[in-house]
């Protein structure tokens, strides 16, 4: 079992620059490659201070250059989101610049105010995910692919950039029967968050994803089940409670109409 | 708006800070360990990532608990349950 650190890259000090919390996510992810954490994970998230990064790879990008061992992973790209030709071809590039050390984090979404902003029906979040995932199996096994679905239609198609890792580790984050049932399918592996709950939340995820691998007929190993956790070692009360209340998540206030006046992010990738 | 921050409103249902305090890995060295310990029983990971740093959690706290997570909590966390590379590979 490996440790890694989870970069949520928000930022709640006004007088905080962005490039000030760049640079500080990047030492953080130099420092964890020196201690010895196997993965980096960046989050995506849009239109709040929650999370300032809304382009996972290209952090990873940045980050591959400044590491050696870590591996780094998105956590998680939202699909529906991303035009899927474009996508695969970032992947591809994000991963041959880090020589082999991406890890591809990817989920459905579940922020309306974030699928408003970007013209896409929220509705459709789980259809366009299953056939985005579709394409991409396709565009890093096949030399040419083709994709005529319901959501996405793309004719004969070659993405020159490739991979070094062949194939990409993929990991579906939710918290769903169905997410982790479309992982199993996919021999995709598993992204999973008790967010604020303890340990017996976590337990019932472990239910979830058990059932949905058995479900599908698939080695529960297979999930190869990764958790991320809010954490902050302290010998201080004070301290800790501030760290909780940086930690509680935001999603089910926020609604597009209240959005400007309340606050906008979410707990846990 | 407060700058370029968006002002804080308290959710209904809320769970209380002392409760998160309590269900999350927050505390000292040997609390985080056993916290640690019953999660890993929980949940059988492969993996677990950990955010150090969210919202207004100062840098050096979240680089202080990154070193303390592999230093101090690590080794008690094998002494519960033994090596845990041998555990990645069951």
């Known amino acids: 079992m490996e440790f890694g650190i989870f970069n949520l890259m928000g930022s709640r000090s006004p007088e905080k620059q962005t490039a000030e919390v760049f640079a500080e996510v990047a030492e953080q992810t130099r420092l964890a490659d020196e201690l010895g954490y196997a993965i980096a994970w960046f989050a995506e998230h849009h239109f709040s201070n929650y999370c300032l990064c809304a382009s996972p790879l290209m952090i990873i990008a940045h980050c591959a250059s400044i590491t050696k061992k870590i591996r780094l992973g998105t956590a998680v790209v939202v699909l529906p989101l991303y035009n899927p030709a474009r996508l695969a071809a970032e992947i591809a590039t994000a991963d041959a610049l880090s020589n082999g050390r991406l890890m591809l984090g990817v989920g459905a979404g579940y922020q309306p105010y974030e699928f408003e902003r970007f013209g896409v029906d929220i509705k459709n979040n789980l259809e366009m995910t299953e056939e985005f995932c579709d394409i991409l199996d396709r565009a890093f096994s096949q030399d040419f692919f083709s994709y005529n679905g319901k959501h996405y239609q793309i004719p004969k198609t070659h993405i020159p950039a490739r991979p070094v890792q062949k194939p990409v580790p993929i990991y579906v984050a939710g918290h769903t029967e169905a997410m982790f049932r479309a992982a199993a399918r996919h021999g995709y592996r598993v992204l999973s968050s008790g967010r604020i709950g303890g340990a017996a939340l976590l337990a019932e995820q472990y239910q979830i994803i058990r059932d949905a691998y058995r479900a599908e007929g698939v080695p529960l190993e297979n999930a190869h089940i990764t958790v991320n956790r809010f954490c902050h070692i302290t010998d201080s009360k004070e301290d800790g409670l501030r760290f909780a209340e940086n930690a509680l998540p935001i999603p089910p206030c926020l609604e597009p109409a209240a959005a400007a006046g309340g606050h906008a992010g979410h707990g846990a990738g | ?90």
């Open chain 2, 1 to 90: 708006m407060q700058g370029t921050v968006l002002v804080d409103v308290p959710c209904p249902d809320e769970p209380s800070l002392e409760q998160i305090h309590k269900d999350l890995l927050i505390g000292d060295v040997e609390t985080v360990a056993e916290k640690l310990v019953a999660e890993i029983r929980a949940t059988h990971p492969v993996h677990m990532c950990f955010s150090f740093k969210v919202g207004a959690t100062p840098h050096k706290a979240a680089m202080r608990s990154m070193e303390l997570m592999m230093t101090e909590v690590r080794p008690r966390v094998e002494r519960a349950l033994g090596p845990l590379a041998r555990r990645a590979a069951e």
